[in-house]
């Protein structure tokens, strides 16, 4: 298992996002490194992980439980024959594009050591948007997304540390739960009725999933809608 591409992208305007200031950091280029990867602080206020990587909508994306976006080269390949054309690595808005690994099928709270220092603990799925659609030019791109329950995961930094690509990934600590980010992912979209089962991950789960979780079972199964 390794790091095939590390990825970061600069702000840019663009007529799709619902952005105020009509800007994005979606469009990742991949770079040689090495890159420094730290906790960049609370969401709302932390951006990106990644030194050099722009988040612009700080609303929705970045912060401490969303500091680093991974997504397999193999799930990248697959959508081939919905573009029409093999996506090139960074292309979905990821700072990671692994090989070898089952990003979607990793755990909530699975932890990576990419390269020798960087210490990573998977939290939740990625959740499309229009931005997203607009990035990689598929209107229906959302819909396909959701269906496929193959989000990539986001990432909390552990141990800070410098990563370039080509870097080894070790998986270092898997929980004893069954709790997979496409299920975390499965859960917060389409099939409300799958949120208990979030529980199990507790603390590692990305704390707006735990919260859902917990007022679903606190409602009895009604009343909470959105993401």
């Known amino acids: ?12 305007r663009v007529p799709y996002t619902n952005q105020p200031e009509g800007v994005t950091g979606l469009n990742k280029r991949p770079v040689e490194g090495p890159v420094w990867v730290a906790a960049p602080g609370p969401k709302g206020k932390g951006g990106s992980g990644l030194t ?13 439980d969303q500091a680093v976006y991974a997504f397999a080269r193999e799930d990248l390949d697959s959508w081939a024959e919905v573009f029409g054309r093999v996506p090139a690595s960074g292309a979905f808005g990821e700072n990671l594009t692994t090989e070898g690994v089952d990003v979607s099928g990793a755990l909530i709270g699975e932890r990576w050591r990419v390269g020798p220092a960087l210490l990573l603990e998977v939290t939740c799925g990625r959740i499309p948007c229009r931005t997203f659609a607009g990035g990689v030019g598929q209107s ?13 995961a986001y990432l909390r930094v552990i141990e800070p540390g410098e990563i370039r690509a080509g870097d080894p990934i070790r998986v270092e600590h898997r929980p004893d739960h069954q709790v997979t980010v496409s299920l975390q ?14 529980l199990a991950a507790g603390e590692a789960l ?8 917990r007022a679903y079972v606190a409602a009895g199964g009604e009343g909470v809608r959105g993401n």
């Open 140 to 152: 229906d791109l959302i819909k396909r997304f959701t269906l496929r329950a193959e989000p990539g």
């Open 185 to 198: 992912f499965r859960a917060v979209t389409r099939e409300r009725h799958l949120l208990p089962e979030l």
């Open 206 to 213: 990305h704390p707006e999933s735990l919260d859902r979780a």
């Open 1 to 12: 298992m390794r790091l095939q591409s590390l990825n970061v992208g600069r702000p840019v």
């Open 52 to 64: 050099g990587d722009a988040v612009c909508d700080l609303r929705h994306h970045g912060g401490n």
